[in-house]
């Protein structure tokens, strides 16, 4: 299972990646995984700040429906266009080019809940 050190977590299965007050969001290796083919992803809370946990989208696999949840209150800055002609990114390079959103941090305190690749690893069993 590929969990990069260098990222936080959440329990929801997503990746967080912090360069300043900049995040970037994708789910992680084990999400795709377990989902399946992933054949949609729906953003349509660019421009909008969210609190924490928040549902900023969906993503779309062939056999279920998921909903995206914030890991830091902020604002969505950008989503990932790619991924409306191609959200097989999401399975083949989900820490790379399958991310899905940045977002502006509004509250750096919230940093401190994310999980690390360790704490991630005993949430799903590794």
């Not at 349509?44 to 830091?72: I, M, W, Y």
């Not at 690749?117 to 069993?125: D, M, Q």
Request: hydrophobic content about 35%; proline content about 3%.
């Amino acid at each position: 299972m590929n969990i990069p050190q260098e990222l936080k977590y959440t329990k929801d299965h997503e990746w967080v990646k912090i360069e300043g007050d900049i995040a970037t969001v994708g789910v992680t290796h084990f999400a795709q995984s377990e989902l399946g083919d992933i054949v949609y992803v729906e953003v349509e809370t660019v421009g909008e700040t969210l609190d924490r946990e928040e549902v900023f989208g969906t993503v779309e696999a062939v056999k279920t429906v998921s909903d995206l949840f914030l890991p830091l209150s902020g604002e969505i800055l950008e989503f990932n266009d790619s991924l409306e002609g191609t959200p097989e990114k999401v399975n083949s390079d989900p820490y790379g080019e399958g991310w899905m959103v940045k977002i502006r941090i509004s509250d750096e305190n919230e940093i401190s809940d994310l999980l690390s690749a360790e704490e991630y690893k005993e949430v799903i069993g590794g």
